[in-house]
């Protein structure tokens, strides 16, 4: 596999390719963001086990919205059968939730390792905010950590982020994929810093929405509740956008190439 080296640029291009892909089918993968966001509302209240269940499901949940996105590009109307047929290639399910539980496994040493040494600071910070009632001395212990954390799970992330397609579709062994997908977004690392820049602006701005309507008299919970639709919808554009930063990086001509072939073979790599 060869990665191509792209200009800044592209991570602006990622994003309105996304935008172009939800405009053609918006219900099928508003419906699909939807799904996404329900399973991310479940991780949110059964820590620790919901967010690392979701951790280890993400090269499923991946390979499942790149494969509806070269359907959809390739004006095929996804229906609800259609979901789950990427994974029927025999062996490709437990590859991939083998890929999650590594994951997942990866994760929690990440967080064991940046946190673990900060223990007596997080625990003194706890004990002093909670007797004054402050949380501002846990959240300045918990800083450093944080930030260690989400260096150390920046890199976890680089190495995954191509990793599900490049076993699914080329048919790479995980060591091999892993090492193309940390070199693909190592050479890319402007398009994808522009890239990630654009969609915390896109959120704020979805956000700055929501306050204004408060302060022109809406309540709070309306607000918010009229927010829940784009955030969704904004969600479902991010998830179609994986789909050309994986074409665009690999230089993938004819995506659909994969699916004229028999399940049981996997793509050539470089195909």
């Avoid at 309105?16 to 399973?39: E, H, M, Y």
């Avoid at 979701?54 to 996105?69: E, S």
């Avoid at 062996?91 to 539980?101: D, H, I, N, Q, R």
Wanted: hydrophobic share 55%; proline share 8%.
């Amino acid at each position: 596999m060869q990665a191509a080296s792209l200009p800044a640029s592209y991570g602006w291009q990622w994003v309105r390719d996304g935008f172009g892909l939800f405009k053609k089918q918006p219900l099928a993968v508003f419906t699909w963001a939807l799904f996404i966001s329900l399973l991310v509302m479940f991780a949110t209240f059964t820590p620790p086990v919901g967010p690392l269940l979701f951790v280890a499901l993400m090269p499923i949940i991946t390979v499942m919205t790149l494969a509806a996105c070269r359907h959809i590009e390739a004006g095929r109307t996804m229906l609800p059968s259609m979901w789950p047929q990427p994974l029927t290639r025999p062996g490709l399910l437990k590859k991939l939730l083998v890929m999650g539980a590594l994951y997942a496994g990866l994760s929690i040493t990440a967080g064991l390792v940046t946190f673990l040494p900060f223990s007596s600071e997080l625990t003194e910070g706890l004990r002093v905010a909670s007797m004054e009632k402050d949380l501002t001395p846990f959240l300045e212990a918990m800083r450093v950590p944080v930030i260690l954390f989400a260096v150390a799970y920046l890199v976890i992330a680089a190495l995954f982020w191509h990793t599900p397609i490049l076993v699914a579709w080329h048919g790479l062994r995980l060591p091999q994929a892993l090492f193309y997908s940390g070199v693909a977004c190592w050479r890319n690392k402007l398009p994808f810093l522009v890239y990630g820049a654009t969609w915390v602006l896109v959120f704020l701005f979805i956000d700055l929405c929501a306050g204004v309507l408060v302060s022109i008299g809406l309540s709070p919970e309306l607000a918010g509740t009229l927010q829940i639709p784009f955030n969704i919808a904004a969600g479902g554009v991010l998830y179609c956008s994986f789909y050309p930063a994986y074409t665009t990086v690999f230089d993938i001509q004819d995506p659909l190439a994969q699916s004229d072939q028999r399940p049981d073979q996997p793509a050539q790599p470089g195909s």
